[in-house]
């Protein structure tokens, strides 16, 4: 008798799906009726094919003279797995890289790579950090990726004097810390903040910004950085929380606001259902995140919607310099991705003080304090607290499931 | 000098959580503006919620154990979507497909979907709690256990599939159908509240009317006299999870209809813990109380979400509530009554 009961049931049940999505199929282009207040974000910028590289790059390879222990270390610490691990992936990465173009040079220097995973979280950072820490071979590291472990962990490296380059945390507070161990390889967000928000009036022509911040250090950090330089830009704001999967309140607030463009500070793990949601709910205009949204795998996680996305970042667009590219490639199976380039220079800074002889913590923290030379990517010399002088911010644009450099903004 | 101290003393406070100034706002404006939506939103989620819920309420109503493993039964579901989807070729866009193939390949997903939940649940079933109540172990090794199967299963899937969402997967675009109060009612949001809904009412009338529905309220009333007047207690217990299976399945289809990426090895985590909440404000072992429990509790965290301005709030208020309603009403707002609603 339930069998039967069930059977009619399932009929009925598909009658009714099939009443409600008739004619949706077919449909591909914006939705006609609900679409948000004004048409924004449909600019076109056009993507950038190169960038200018230093010619007087330091690369790992150095003199090829270099001699040192067989048990000098640099250790990378950060996301290996995690929601977040890819931007951590890329780092390592282009750390490999730079140890293996090192390594094949110098037959007197042969450096070792361990790598320490904090899946991302300020939770987890401490036990490899302090890990890290207590390993004496390891004389430098680059890491940590993220602002909230960053944050969380500064202490540990500060006490033991052992230098760390991130070559992506970019919350401004981190270097406020009265830390001399902590050192970062591009700008921070008290740059990248007012970069967006000139790129998006300016260059987007947004009108009516809605500003989305998570709720870590970094999003914080940012949202209240970009919010500050929108001035009367800014129609409305609203936060969300890591791991949030579902911003159906978000948006109908954003599309009551009549909000042209959205910009989002946080990470990818979030952005991609968020924008996903927002285009299915109609939303016409531009989404516009950070570094730590820029990454296929948002491509990947929002679709379609993805198409109307940009990214800012301090970063520098690595695959489009064809020597790093290439090597890159042989060394990741992948192509470069955000801040695969920084985590090489930030490697190159550290092997080439062990080719110069600075094999001792000690001694390769005085090495980065007076460094001052090019990378591959930009010109590095740090101040007292551990800026870098006036890096550049990028900024992305997604084509064709792609991200797509479109040059300097915020100039 | 004093007096210019003090209030630097004062500010000292607020301060002390730099992040930003503003976390709380209450605001009335915005809940009034954004009503209609955030209701239909919330029943959308509510409906999910119920679906889940059922499951919880079913297995606590049968052997009094609070079914942890429960959120890994639902994401094993999804799992099911996730795979019949991709292997019909549905991708991040909406399909170009004919309209009645998207419903044939959507029923499929959720053929597909309702085994493979159903089919864990039964596992567990047999796996871990069979053994233990035949060696009549205690009740707090049943929980211990529950917890460790989820976390078992949610690691293999870690550990198959990796910490990554999977790719997101429309299923169609939502069509906007009909307007209230000047909110857009979308297709996605009527499918899966409509589906829902039969779901749960034939749940209901399948427990009030059916044999084994008979047979699981007997169960849940008294297993030992229910056995001595003839009830395979093991067989209704597995039919139980069986059902409960289903359920999470048919969930899963709606949810990633309604989260395209939320396919992920812990997705399963927080809707089931808010699941359970709906099912313990409802009365946990009342079949309709799960249901009451889960529209209010997608209710309620959607309107506290936008009443106080921040998503971070969402579970905040949803769980206060579900601790005010408990404070008065200990069995929740039906009343854990399985076994004694009438057929």
Redesign the interface.
């Known amino acids: ?2 069998r039967k ?2 059977l009619s ?2 009929a ?3 009658v ?3 009443m ?9 282009g914006p ?1 006609t ?2 679409t948000s207040g004004a048409d924004g974000g449909k600019v076109n910028i056009p993507a950038i094919s190169k960038v200018d590289v230093p010619s007087a790059a330091v690369l790992p390879a150095g003199d090829g003279k270099g001699k040192c222990p067989a048990t000098t270390t640099i250790a990378y610490a950060g996301a290996e ?3 977040n ?2 931007l951590g992936i890329n780092i390592f990465n282009g750390i490999q890289l730079a140890i293996n173009q090192h390594n094949a040079a110098n037959p007197g220097c042969q450096v070792q790579f361990k790598k320490f995973d904090t ?1 991302g979280d300020p939770n987890k950072a401490t036990g490899p950090v302090t890990q890290i820490v207590s390993e004496a071979d390891i004389i430098g590291v680059v890491g940590l990726p993220f602002s909230g472990e960053s944050k969380a962990t500064g202490n540990i490296f500060e006490q033991k004097g052992l230098v760390h380059i991130t070559p992506s945390a970019t919350n401004p507070n981190l270097t406020k810390n009265g830390w001399t161990t902590f050192f970062r390889a591009l700008g921070n967000d008290a740059v990248q903040g007012p970069a967006a928000a000139k790129f998006l009036t300016d260059k987007l022509m947004a009108k009516k910004v809605y500003v989305v911040q998570d ?1 870590s ?1 970094y999003g ?1 950090g940012l ?2 950085q970009t919010s500050q330089a929108l001035g009367s830009a800014m129609v409305g704001s ?4 890591t ?8 948006i ?2 954003i ?2 606001s009549k909000a042209d463009t959205v910009y989002y500070a946080g990470y990818y ?1 979030e952005a ?2 968020f924008d ?2 927002l285009v ?3 939303f016409t205009g531009s989404f516009v995140g950070p570094d730590g949204v820029k990454d296929d ?1 948002f491509i ?6 993805s198409s109307n996305s940009f990214f800012t970042c301090p970063c520098i667009p690595g695959e489009l310099i064809p020597s790093f590219e290439s090597e890159y490639k042989k060394v990741a199976n992948a192509e470069p991705g955000t801040y695969s380039i920084e985590g090489y220079d930030a490697a190159t800074v550290l092997l080439s003080g062990i080719d110069h002889g600075k094999q001792t913590r000690a001694d390769l923290l005085a090495w980065v304090k007076a460094y001052d030379a090019d990378g591959l990517s930009k010109h590095y010399k740090w101040d007292s607290t551990g800026e870098l002088a006036t890096p550049d911010v990028y900024g992305y644009k997604v084509e064709n499931g792609k991200i797509a450099p479109i040059g300097v903004i915020g100039k | 000098m004093i007096s210019e101290a003090i209030p630097s003393l004062i500010h000292a406070v607020p301060l002390a959580v730099p ?2 100034d503003t ?1 709380i706002t209450f605001d009335v404006d ?1 809940l009034a ?2 009503f209609w ?2 209701t239909f ?1 919330g029943l ?2 509510g409906a999910i919620y119920a679906l889940v819920a059922l499951g919880y309420t079913l297995v606590y109503g049968v052997l009094n154990l609070i079914n942890f493993a429960h959120s890994e039964v639902f994401i094993v579901g999804c799992y099911g979507v996730f795979f019949t989807l991709s292997a019909l070729n549905f ?13 044939g390949n ?2 499929l997903a959720l053929v597909v979907a309702i085994i493979a939940s159903a089919l864990t649940a039964v596992v567990v079933e047999r796996v871990a709690y069979k053994p233990l109540r035949k060696r009549k172990a205690p009740r707090l090794a049943f929980l211990i256990t529950a917890i460790g199967v989820s976390f078992a299963i949610q690691y293999l899937i870690y550990w198959w599939r ?4 999977e ?2 997967l ?1 299923m ?6 009909f307007d209230v109060f000047g ?2 009612i ?3 949001q ?2 899966i509240i ?2 829902a809904v ?2 749960m009412v ?1 749940t209901d ?2 427990i009030r009317k ?3 529905g008979r047979g699981i309220r007997a169960v849940a009333q008294d297993p030992d006299t229910a056995t001595l007047m003839g009830v395979n207690k093991e067989k209704i217990i597995l039919t139980t999870f069986a059902i409960g299976g289903v359920l999470a399945g048919a969930a899963a289809l709606f949810y990633v209809m ?5 396919v ?1 090895y812990n ?1 399963g985590f ?1 809707l089931g813990v808010k699941a359970f909440a709906a099912a313990v404000l409802g009365g946990i072992g009342n079949v309709r109380g799960a249901l009451l429990g889960g529209l209010l509790i997608g209710l309620i965290g ?1 309107y506290g ?2 009443l106080l ?4 709030w ?1 579970d905040v208020v949803a769980f206060v509530v579900l601790v005010l309603v408990l404070v008065v009403r200990p069995e929740g707002i039906l009343g854990s009554s399985l076994g004694k609603s009438k057929a």
């Open positions: 008798m339930y009961k069930a049931v399932t009925v049940a598909a009714a799906l099939g409600l999505m008739s004619g949706c199929a077919n449909q591909s939705g009726t609900a797995t995690g929601p691990a890819q899946e709720d250090d914080i949202g209240t609203d936060k969300v929380v791991g949030q999967k579902d911003f159906s309140a978000v109908s607030k599309m009551n793990a991609a259902p996903q949601q299915a709910k109609g795998q990947k996680q929002a679709g379609d919607a | 992040t930003d976390w915005s503006q954004n939506s955030s939103d959308t989620f991708g991040p866009s909406a399909p170009h497909l004919p309209f009645w193939a998207i419903v959507l029923l990796g910490p990554s969402p790719a997101a429309t169609f675009r939502p069509l906007p159908i909110t857009i979308d297709s996605q009527l499918v409509i589906a039969i779901l034939a009338q399948f059916s044999k084994t309604k989260i395209p990426s939320g992920q997705g927080i959607n979400q936008v301005g921040s998503s971070q969402t």
